[in-house]
């Protein structure tokens, strides 16, 4: 027989998979299979949270299979031995798979499968994924060829799987409470393809009316798309959701619902152009952007501010709110996420692969490229962005003015009142005694002082943003990951806000 392999990886849909339609067209049957590879599951990014939305979904693309007459193979080794198998049932003609971005593991990963598919002359065709370009010569280019591939039609899922109905036993795939990391109080989102329709109709219907308003509000479950996690996975496609979006824009009549989805649509092309930056340079995973930066900050005697900052204890109460509900729902909003590594990088002075770590394996809609291109941004590593200094203060009196989200997360704080929800160390000693209140065992102290920690965060950049290693490198990193809109050099401006 003249047999095919379709490797699902994260591309957990049936719709718009450029993969399977060419295996499906190329070859009289196919195989259709996913590796639960134990090794990237056991990365310091990766988490039982993202198992467990991984899990669903895959659980899901199953049952479409099945539903169509087709069958998944799943293993649970590496992805050479899995093929390997596979070759040694079928004599496999091709393998077919979408090109992924995930980080240093994945990239040597699939350099390995290709080398292996060379050896045993498999040809292994690769499709792009989303707006991502491998081996992309320019930046210049970039912006062009997004633009087309997201105008590109749908490719629909096939009707019938009977073509894909070729059995080899299965693994049992690994409960996501078997993980070490397993966390019963868990409140993750729920994955699957059904799922992510419903969350894509509702939001280009309804839902969007205030996303511009609620986009920093640290509450805005109902208001932000919830479509991350599916992205990430990739239960949907960046070009489906970009396309569903676009329709809903052509169907209203409110110039307010139009700008709003038309912020969406912005960031779902602020996605790809973040993932590209990995794809480009998988090293700043673990290297800073700008290597002028690489040494910046220790990661000597950082054990306490690193524990207090990861356990929402650092007497800062929104970034402590932040934190605790991360542990519990996986998500927090761009903004909240933004905040708290700012606040990890220039109050605490965290290196950020520490903090990386801690928020990777935080986020159930964890993305590799987005992830590890925003922290550098965040932390001041790229050399090409201004710094973002939040004042953790300020950001609470806007985004939680009553303290709801505070007091959701801080029970110690429930009861505090709303005038010094913000700033519980203000309060006066006259009001702590008439309200009954005791600071020692209500909630901690605050770690450091933020004006006098943002000085000396200031004053370290100031020593190195205009040295010549620094500047070569700001024009290098621009060069190869700058967004083509207007730059001008960092001047080492920083902004608090």
């Known amino acids: 027989m003249n047999v095919a392999a379709v490797w699902f990886k994260r591309d957990l849909r049936l719709r718009d998979h450029a993969p399977l339609r060419a295996a499906l067209q190329n070859h009289d049957r196919v195989v259709l299979f996913y590796?639960?590879?134990?090794?990237?599951?056991?990365?310091?990014?990766?988490?039982?949270?993202?198992?467990?939305?991984?899990?669903?979904?895959?659980?899901?693309?199953?049952?479409e299979i099945v539903s169509k007459g087709g069958l998944l193979t799943v293993f649970t080794c590496s992805a050479q031995t899995a093929l390997q198998a596979l070759h040694g049932r079928f004599c496999l003609q091709a393998?077919?798979?979408?090109?992924?971005?995930?980080?240093e593991w994945t990239f040597q990963r699939d350099i390995a499968v290709r080398r292996w598919c060379q050896k045993e002359r498999i040809p292994f065709r690769e499709s792009p994924t989303n707006g991502v370009v491998r081996g992309l010569r320019s930046r210049d280019d970039w912006a062009k060829i997004h633009h087309k591939r997201m105008q590109k039609p749908l490719i629909e899922a096939p009707e019938d799987l009977t073509q894909a109905r070729l059995f080899f036993p299965s693994d049992p795939l690994p409960l996501p409470e078997s993980?070490?990391?397993?966390?019963?109080?868990?409140?993750?989102?729920?994955?699957?393809?059904?799922?992510?329709?419903?969350?894509?109709?509702?939001?280009?219907?309804?839902?969007?009316?205030?996303?511009?308003?609620?986009i920093a509000n640290p509450s805005a479950w109902d208001s932000s798309s919830r479509l991350s996690a599916f992205l990430s996975v990739g239960a949907l496609s960046v070009k489906e959701v970009f396309q569903e979006i676009a329709r809903a824009k052509n169907n209203t009549n409110s110039s307010w619902f139009r700008r709003a989805l038309a912020a969406f649509s912005s960031r779902l092309h602020w996605r790809c152009h973040f993932v590209q930056k990995l794809e480009d340079d998988p090293s700043i995973e673990h290297t800073a952007m700008n290597r002028a930066c690489d040494t910046l900050r220790s990661r000597e005697d950082q054990e306490v501010r690193l524990r207090a900052w990861k356990e929402g204890k650092t007497g800062y109460p929104l970034v402590d709110a932040c934190m605790r509900a991360l542990r519990i729902y996986g998500w927090v909003p761009f903004r909240m996420r933004a905040m708290v590594m700012s606040f990890a990088s220039y109050d605490l002075w965290l290196d950020w692969r520490d903090t990386s770590a801690i928020l990777g394996a935080l986020f159930t809609d964890y993305e590799p490229g987005i992830h590890h291109a925003q922290v550098q941004m965040q932390s001041g590593t790229t050399g090409i962005n201004a710094l973002r200094m939040y004042d953790p203060t300020k950001q609470a009196k806007t985004h939680d003015p009553q303290g709801h989200f505070i007091r959701m997360h801080i029970p110690e704080l429930r009861s505090f009142p709303t005038e010094w929800i913000h700033e519980p160390f203000s309060l006066p000693p006259l009001v702590r005694l008439a309200e009954n209140i005791s600071m020692d065992s209500l909630y901690a102290s605050p770690i450091v002082e933020h004006k006098t920690a943002i000085r000396r965060a200031r004053k370290i950049f100031s020593s190195i943003l205009y040295t010549g290693e620094f500047q070569k490198e700001a024009r290098r990193v621009y060069k190869k990951h700058g967004s083509r809109k207007k730059w001008r050099e960092n001047k080492g401006k920083a902004e608090e806000n």
């Open 95 to 103: 393998l077919y798979a979408h090109e992924e971005t995930g980080g």
């Open 35 to 63: 590796v639960f590879e134990s090794e990237y599951w056991d990365l310091p990014f990766t988490s039982f949270r993202q198992w467990s939305f991984f899990y669903d979904c895959l659980l899901s693309l199953e049952e």
């Open 179 to 214: 993980f070490p990391d397993y966390f019963p109080e868990e409140k993750t989102q729920k994955g699957g393809r059904r799922q992510a329709q419903v969350l894509l109709q509702s939001f280009c219907n309804k839902r969007a009316e205030r996303y511009l308003q609620d």
